[in-house]
């Protein structure tokens, strides 16, 4: 048990993840209603918790990347970012972008993902991924497969 223990540590450490700190993993997450992602990592931002991105994060997932300060979030192989216009539900039932929402979501980005998304024609309602090598290159990578906490 010593020997698991010590090994856990080891990595957290080596990970960039002091061992007085929890981690809080993120995978699968389709997004959800802006301000519900706004609160919840407010929380995680003066939590302290380290943020591993492990899977799906898309549509308002992603604001953590503005909330969360760099240094504590890490991506592994299998992180995949997805960015698009926010959007309202219209009168006939139909989704409708909200340009105010949009350009609010926008900002909160750190410089270098508003940098990559206006590279790639900005926040429309089309779908845009970051991920593999484009996004290991931007955020550290987390070589651990820690029991962590969801952030649902």
Same mark, same amino acid.
């Given at each position: 048990?010593?020997? !698991?223990?010590?090994? &856990?540590?080891?990595?957290?450490?080596?990970?960039? !993840?002091?061992?007085?700190?929890? !981690? =809080? +993993?993120?995978?699968? *997450?389709?997004?959800? +209603?802006?301000?519900?992602? =706004?609160? +919840?990592?407010?929380?995680?931002? @003066?939590?302290?918790?380290?943020?591993?991105? *492990?899977?799906? $994060?898309?549509?308002?997932?992603? /604001?953590?990347?503005?909330? !969360?300060? %760099?240094? +504590? /979030? $890490? =991506?592994?192989?299998?992180?995949? &970012?997805?960015?698009?216009?926010?959007? *309202?539900?219209?009168?006939?039932? %139909?989704?409708?972008?909200?340009?105010?929402? @949009?350009?609010? &979501?926008?900002?909160?980005?750190?410089?270098? /993902?508003?940098?990559?998304?206006?590279?790639?024609?900005? &926040?429309? @309602?089309? #779908? /845009?991924?970051? %991920?593999?090598?484009?996004? #290991?290159? #931007?955020?550290?990578?987390?070589?651990? *497969?820690?029991?962590?906490?969801?952030?649902?």
């Amino acid at each position: 048990m010593k020997f !698991v223990t010590g090994l &856990l540590a080891a990595v957290l450490l080596f990970a960039g !993840v002091g061992a007085s700190h929890a !981690v =809080v +993993r993120i995978a699968d *997450d389709r997004g959800g +209603r802006i301000g519900t992602y =706004v609160d +919840r990592y407010q929380g995680l931002r @003066t939590s302290g918790e380290t943020v591993i991105i *492990d899977g799906l $994060c898309a549509s308002a997932c992603t /604001i953590v990347l503005g909330a !969360v300060p %760099r240094d +504590r /979030i $890490c =991506v592994t192989s299998n992180a995949n &970012l997805g960015f698009h216009a926010a959007w *309202d539900m219209g009168a006939n039932g %139909r989704a409708v972008t909200n340009p105010e929402a @949009t350009q609010m &979501l926008y900002s909160m980005y750190p410089t270098q /993902i508003r940098r990559w998304i206006s590279r790639r024609g900005g &926040l429309k @309602t089309q #779908m /845009i991924f970051l %991920r593999g090598r484009q996004l #290991m290159g #931007m955020y550290k990578p987390c070589y651990m *497969d820690a029991h962590a906490s969801s952030a649902r």
